[in-house]
């Protein structure tokens, strides 16, 4: 168990609506990942950090804003839902370096958007 | 083209048989790889890492990583029920915040049955 927590585990949304997904870890690791899960795309990078207010965005970030405020939590937001955002949502942590090297995912995040 | 092709199957077996998943890559700056079992529902979790050409063995998981072709293998031994799941290979390219910046194949689902 990699000390990291998602919530909510699952949800359902309307469209338009705005939603936040929240990453909290206990490792006190530096880096901090959102990715998407989508049949036939693997997984797929939205945003990251690599530090307190230190963020960057990834592969597929468009609709997406992140923020973290505190070491262990990284927020995922999605300002107005569409279907297209339908996904599972999966946190990731890092403590970088040599022996960091690997990272680890949380359990998931289910979102439908109707 | 994808940066990373994996086929991704279904892969069926029997109990016992050798399993080769393989994963080919366009981009000759990654330089780290890695294999994750993913369960269903449930986060990738990290099999085998490696960062070098040649073979790692752990177990009954053999990494294998040619980067001269730019193909990485994973071999499993004595193959289990306990093994079906769908395999990702993941890579990444050196240094800073490119550490956790993972780029996933689709995956390929293994079922091994009795």
């Known amino acids: 168990d990699a000390g990291i927590t998602q919530s909510p585990r699952h949800k359902v949304t309307e469209t338009g609506t705005p939603v936040t997904l929240r990453c909290h870890q206990t490792?006190?690791?530096?880096?901090m990942y959102w990715y998407r899960q989508d049949p036939g795309h693997g997984l797929r990078l939205i945003h990251y950090?690599?530090?307190?207010?230190?963020?960057d965005k990834g592969e597929v970030s468009d609709g997406y804003s992140v923020s973290r405020s505190k070491t262990e939590d990284f927020l995922l937001t999605l300002e107005s839902a569409t279907s297209s955002q339908t996904s599972v949502y999966f946190c990731a942590i890092s403590g970088g370096g040599t022996v960091g090297n690997t990272i680890y995912f949380g359990e998931g995040s289910w979102l439908t958007v109707v | 083209q994808k940066e990373v092709e994996q086929d991704p199957g279904p892969l069926s077996v029997p109990e016992g048989a050798i399993v080769s998943l393989n994963c080919t890559y366009s981009?000759?700056?990654?330089?780290?790889f890695m294999w994750y079992r993913q369960y269903s529902r449930k986060g990738p979790e990290l099999l085998m890492y490696?960062?070098?050409?040649g073979n790692k063995e752990d177990g009954r998981f053999t990494a294998q990583v040619d980067k001269s072709s730019k193909y990485i293998s994973l071999f499993i031994r004595d193959s289990q029920p306990s093994d079906s799941a769908t395999y990702l290979c993941?890579?990444?390219?050196?240094?800073?915040?490119?550490?956790?910046?993972?780029?996933f194949g689709q995956g390929t689902i293994l079922t091994v049955h009795p």
């Open positions: 490792e006190n690791h530096r880096y």
């Open positions: 950090s690599y530090g307190v207010k230190d963020t």
């Open positions: 993941a890579m990444s390219e050196t240094g800073g915040t490119s550490y956790g910046k993972l780029t």
């Open positions: 490696t960062y070098s050409s």
């Open positions: 981009n000759s700056a990654f330089q780290y």
